[in-house]
Structures are given as structure tokens and as C-alpha cells.
């Protein structure tokens, strides 16, 4: 685990305890023995003195932390300060002309398949929903055998879109390996940028995400995550002659669903 404090750093600041493990082939039990070895409380104290080192703080500051006694109304806030405060950090992490290509592959892709499981499911169907409201030729499959099915039947003019926060999902691995071994393309959306998707990844869309006390990681990835597939929605939607037709038409079936 020193290996990965001493050559990621970056990376060490963003990642929660488990995904810090995940990356370091340990425990999390082993991440909190070697932080008070060196000297400190426990782990997130770790990541504050690296972040510090690194002259970059990436987790909140204090006055947005929630904390037991605030009142829902300065939960409100705060929750909502962070969220904007990780979009903000995602977009200065993000790379412009990984974006770039991604939108193109899609764009040319005969078809599209989106892949998601565990706290990325929401995110995936809502990728789902979107690319098909626009047009394009997609689909996504409901369980993770079904989806390494599907990733086997695709083909070298298809492009398999991946969402995972940590990239390390062995479901979503499998689904990955049965793509690639087919010929698609792979682009990934993920918060780290060493994980085995990347490495499989045609185009890594990597958007880092902090962990926060009192708030689920999969929250921030979440919004996080979202956003960059409402960019890749409408750059796709400007894109795509045949958008503005498939958009009326779709509401045109939403309306009609309403009494």
C-alpha cells in the first residue's frame, strides 16, 4: 500500500479506504493500521497531511462537512454546496479530448451498449434513456449474465459504454473482457484512472470523485457521473441530424402516456 501512496498520490487523496485497499491489493483494516504506523489518527487524517503535501485539499472543508447536530436546513446546504463543489473538481479533472472522442465513437457506433452494476446501475439507465431519446441504437441488458452475453454478440462497429466509480467490478470486468475479445469499443466512465477498465478502454472518461464524511461515495460519483453524460447527451444531440425529430417523436409517446 506505501507503493500506491508514493507513486498515486493523487489518486490516494480522492479514494475512499475501500477503494484505496481495492487499488493496493490489501484490506481496509490494513489501509487503517498503516495510517496510525505513520504517525496518524486514522486514514482520512492520512489523506488530509497528503493532500496538504500535494497543495491540493480535495476534501471538504470544514464548513461543509455535515455533522450529527445541524438541522435539516444546513443539510440542505452543505449537501448541496458539495455537490457543486464536486462537479467543480470533476471538471478540472476531466480530459477534453478523451470527451471529444468518446462523443465521436458513439456517434459512428452501428450500436451501443450500456453497462452498469451495483450503485452504477442508476447512472447506466439513465445513459440508457438518454442515448435512446436522441436516436441512437442502444440497448442494456438487466443482469450481469445477461450482460457478458450481450458484450460477447457485439461487434467491431459496436462501442460498449462502462460506468464504474472504482473500474475494478469483477461483474462489469466480465462484461469488459467479452467485449474487447469481440472487437468493440470500450469507452468507460470511472473515477480512477488506474484500474483494469481503463486499461481495457478504448477512450476513459475519468471524472475523480472525493469521499466526505456522513455521505455514501456512490452519492457524489453519482452526480458526478450524470453530468458528464448529460454533456455527452447534448454534444451527441447537436451532432445527430436526426436528433430533433427523435426527441419530438419520443415525447410525442411520453404525452401520450399521461391522462
Do not use: C
Not at 2 to 21: D, F, H, K, Q, T
Not at 69 to 97: M, W
Not at 106 to 127: E, N, T
Amino acid at each position: 500500500m506505501a507503493r500506491v501512496l508514493l507513486e498515486r498520490p493523487g489518486e490516494a487523496v480522492r479514494a475512499s479506504i475501500r477503494a484505496l485497499a481495492e487499488m493496493a491489493g490489501v484490506s481496509p483494516a490494513a489501509v487503517t493500521r498503516l495510517s496510525r504506523r505513520l504517525g496518524f489518527k486514522d486514514f482520512r487524517d492520512l489523506k488530509v497531511a497528503l493532500a496538504l503535501e500535494l497543495g491540493s485539499l480535495s476534501i471538504l472543508p470544514p464548513s461543509l462537512e455535515v455533522r450529527p447536530g445541524d438541522s435539516p436546513e444546513q443539510v440542505l446546504a452543505k449537501v448541496f454546496r458539495a455537490e457543486v463543489q464536486a462537479l467543480e473538481e470533476a471538471l478540472r479533472g476531466l480530459n477534453g479530448e478523451a470527451f471529444r472522442r468518446a462523443a465521436e465513437l458513439l456517434l459512428q457506433a452501428r450500436r451501443i451498449g450500456v453497462f452498469g452494476v451495483g450503485s452504477s446501475v442508476p447512472v447506466a439507465l439513465d445513459a440508457y434513456y438518454r442515448f435512446l431519446r436522441i436516436g441512437l441504437n442502444v440497448f442494456m441488458a438487466p443482469e450481469t449474465h445477461m450482460q457478458a452475453v450481450v458484450a460477447s454478440l457485439m461487434g467491431p462497429e459496436d462501442v460498449g459504454f462502462f460506468v464504474s466509480h472504482t473500474g475494478r467490478s469483477r461483474e462489469l470486468l466480465d462484461s469488459v473482457r467479452e467485449a474487447h475479445r469481440a472487437g468493440a469499443k470500450i469507452v468507460a466512465l470511472t473515477s480512477f484512472s488506474h484500474s483494469p477498465l481503463v486499461d481495457r478502454a478504448t477512450v476513459a472518461l475519468i471524472a475523480p470523485v472525493r469521499e466526505t464524511t456522513f455521505r455514501v461515495e456512490a452519492m457524489a460519483t453519482r452526480v458526478v457521473h450524470m453530468a458528464v453524460i448529460d454533456a455527452l447527451y447534448v454534444t451527441l444531440a447537436l451532432s445527430k441530424p436526426e436528433a430533433s425529430w427523435a426527441l419530438a417523436r419520443s415525447q410525442e409517446a411520453i404525452d401520450a402516456q399521461r391522462v
